[in-house]
C-alpha cells in the first residue's frame, strides 16, 4: 500500500474521526488504503467501513476484512450509494483530495510533466474526455479561465492563444508536446512549478473535480449523523476554500444564516479553528505532502 500512495497527516485525521466500536465510517478517497487500514485498525468488530474511488486500480488495495465495503464510484454519489447499501446515516466521513502517487508516477495515466505520455489525466480511464480532448475542443476564451481559475496561472491568456494557435498545425495529444509548446511561456525558474499549475488545472477540469467535491461535500452533510464527524484534507487553495466555507456554514459560499435574534444556525459546528498541516518530519518523508491542510466539523442537532 505504501508503494502506491503515501497516506498524508495519517495520525491527526483518523483521530479526528473519533473512531468508536459499533460505529460506521467512509473513506471516500480510498487509494492505496492507508487511511482506510489505520480505521480499521481502530475499529471494533461491529464496525463498518465504506470506502469509495472512482480509479478502478485502487479495488487490489482492499482488504480480506469483512468490515469493509468498496464502492467504485465519484464520492459526489456518496449519500445515493450509502442509502442503497442500507446506511441511512453515518459516524464519520474521511477525504483526502490529494492525486494518488500511483496515478502521478504511473507514466501512461498522463497526470505529470515528467513523463512521456498521453494527455489523459483521468481519474477513471473508463469514462469522461482525457486532457488531449479539453485542449482539442475548448475555445481559446474557455482555456484561459480554466487555467485562471483552476491553475492560478498568471499569463493564463497567452497560454490559451498559445495552445489554440499550435493546435491548428497539429493535435496537441501528448505531455511532451504540449510542454515544448508551452517553452517561451515557462518561468525559467520556478519552471516546475509553473508546469504542475498548467497539469492540475487540466486535471481538475478533466475529472470535473470542483463539481465533484461541492456533490461531495452535500452529500456528507446529508449522510452524517448529529455529532458526526467530517474529516478533509485539502491540497490547494480552491478546494480548501469551499471546504472552509462549507464546515462553517452548511454551504460552498460561506454564506451564514441567522434566526430571529440573529444568532448563527450551521448544520456544521467547526472543531479545529486553524487547519492542520504536516510538520517538518513528514514533509521531508513525503514532499507531496507541503501544501496539505486538514479540517475538522462536526455535524450539529441544527
Known amino acids: ?19 468508536s466500536n459499533g460505529g460506521i465510517y467512509v473513506d471516500v478517497t480510498f487509494g492505496g488504503g492507508g487511511h482506510s ?9 461491529d464496525s463498518k467501513l465504506i470506502v469509495f474511488d472512482r480509479d478502478p486500480d485502487a479495488i487490489a488495495n482492499v482488504p480480506d476484512d469483512k468490515r469493509i465495503k ?16 442500507g446506511f441511512e446515516k453515518v459516524d464519520g466521513i474521511l477525504a483526502d483530495l490529494g492525486v494518488s502517487s500511483h496515478q502521478f508516477d504511473t507514466e501512461e495515466r498522463g ?46 491568456r497567452r497560454v490559451a492563444k498559445l495552445i489554440c494557435q499550435e493546435r491548428e498545425r497539429e493535435p496537441i495529444e501528448t505531455t511532451t508536446r504540449l510542454n515544448h509548446i508551452l517553452e517561451s511561456v515557462t518561468p525559467k525558474i520556478g519552471g516546475h512549478k509553473y508546469l504542475a499549475k498548467i497539469y492540475q488545472a ?10 465533484s467535491l461541492e456533490g461531495f ?12 464527524r467530517l474529516v478533509v484534507i485539502t491540497y ?14 452548511g454551504n ?27 510538520d517538518e518530519e513528514e514533509i521531508s518523508r513525503n514532499t507531496r505532502a507541503r501544501s496539505a491542510k486538514l479540517r475538522v466539523a462536526e455535524k450539529t442537532e441544527v
Request: charge should be positive; glycine fraction near 6%.
Open 1 to 19: 500500500m505504501s508503494e502506491y500512495h503515501t497516506p498524508v497527516l495519517l495520525e491527526e485525521s483518523v483521530s479526528a474521526l473519533a473512531v
Open 37 to 45: 487500514k489505520e480505521i480499521l485498525s481502530r475499529m471494533g468488530k
Open 70 to 85: 468498496f464502492v467504485n464510484n465519484n464520492f459526489r454519489f456518496v449519500h445515493n450509494h450509502l442509502v442503497y447499501l
Open 111 to 156: 497526470f505529470s510533466f515528467r513523463f512521456h505520455s498521453r494527455l489523459d489525466m483521468r481519474m477513471n480511464p473508463l469514462t469522461n474526455e482525457g486532457a488531449d480532448g479539453i485542449i482539442a475542443n475548448k475555445s481559446e476564451s474557455e482555456l484561459e479561465h480554466m487555467f485562471r481559475l483552476y491553475g492560478e496561472v498568471e499569463n493564463s
Open 202 to 211: 487540466l486535471r481538475i477540469e478533466v475529472n470535473g473535480e470542483m463539481r
Open 217 to 228: 461535500l452535500n452529500g456528507s452533510l446529508r449522510a452524517l449523523k448529529p455529532g458526526g
Open 236 to 249: 490547494h487553495s480552491l478546494e480548501d476554500r469551499m471546504v472552509k466555507n462549507f464546515m462553517k456554514s
Open 252 to 278: 460552498i459560499s460561506g454564506d451564514i444564516k441567522k434566526d430571529f435574534y440573529g444568532n448563527r444556525i450551521s448544520p456544521l459546528s467547526v472543531v479545529l479553528r486553524k487547519p492542520l498541516v504536516p
